[in-house]
Antibody, heavy 121, light 111 residues
């Protein structure tokens, strides 16, 4: 059974960098069949795709967030990470990590439970 | 504002059918047969219920079906049950510049 678990600070100050890690179990990031993704949901709102990364390190980003997003992958610990710089209150959201099938599109088949990140001083 | 347009709400009585639309453009829904639908209960992560326009993952009841015509995709829930009351989101692949887009979500109420 594939499981994903987000971890990271629940509170970030404005202008600082949000950092989250997703730990994957039940599958190997190195297997190559998937993109490893971050998706967020503003309170009471819809879903917004942020970015995904392949095990090689190739990263694909939402154009609206690209200038602030950095992703990395740690295959030895089966983890991948998100850094979002220069955050504002508009970045307050539940952040999900998810697995995206490489052979299809928009196919996020396993999700973490989500972690709420609040941007506030 | 979400890239894909969904009605904010939909409703139906138990046993009835309800269809939720998802309108995109010729750059996303209209160009690729990569439309997915997700079901989300309050406080929970989304769950994949339809992929590749009309394919169901293992374990998803066949009461859920998907289709597409032009720039609009649709999710139909037949034989509505109380447990179908949830938020539903569509998503589409949008090519190698935009990558992935989501709809704003539809709250389905079972009357």
């Amino acid at each position: 059974q594939v499981q994903l678990q987000e971890s990271g600070p629940g509170l970030v100050k404005p202008s600082q960098t949000l950092s989250l890690t997703c730990t994957v179990s039940g599958d190997s990031i190195s297997s190559g069949g998937y993109y490893w993704s971050w998706i967020r949901q503003h309170p009471g709102k819809g879903l917004e795709w942020i970015a995904y990364i392949y095990h090689s390190g190739s990263t694909y980003c939402n154009p609206s967030l690209k200038s602030r997003v950095t992703m990395s992958v740690d295959t030895s610990n089966n983890q991948f990470s998100l850094k979002l710089s220069a955050v504002t209150a508009a970045d307050t959201a539940v952040y999900y990590c998810a697995r995206r099938d490489r052979t299809s599109g928009a196919l996020f088949d396993y999700w973490g439970q989500g972690t709420l990140v609040t941007v506030s001083s | 504002q979400s890239a894909l347009t969904q009605p904010p709400s939909a409703s139906g009585s138990p046993g009835q059918s309800v269809t939720i639309s998802c309108t995109g453009t010729s750059s996303d829904v209209g160009s690729f047969n990569y439309v997915s639908w997700y079901q989300q209960y309050p406080g929970k992560a989304p769950k994949l219920i339809i992929y590749d326009v009309n394919q169901r993952p293992s374990g998803v009841p066949d009461r859920f079906s998907g289709s597409k015509s032009g720039n609009t995709a649709s999710l139909t829930v037949s034989g509505l049950q109380a447990e179908d009351e949830a938020d539903y989101y569509c998503s589409s692949y949008a090519g190698s510049n935009t990558w992935e887009v989501f709809g704003g979500g539809t709250k389905l109420t079972v009357l």
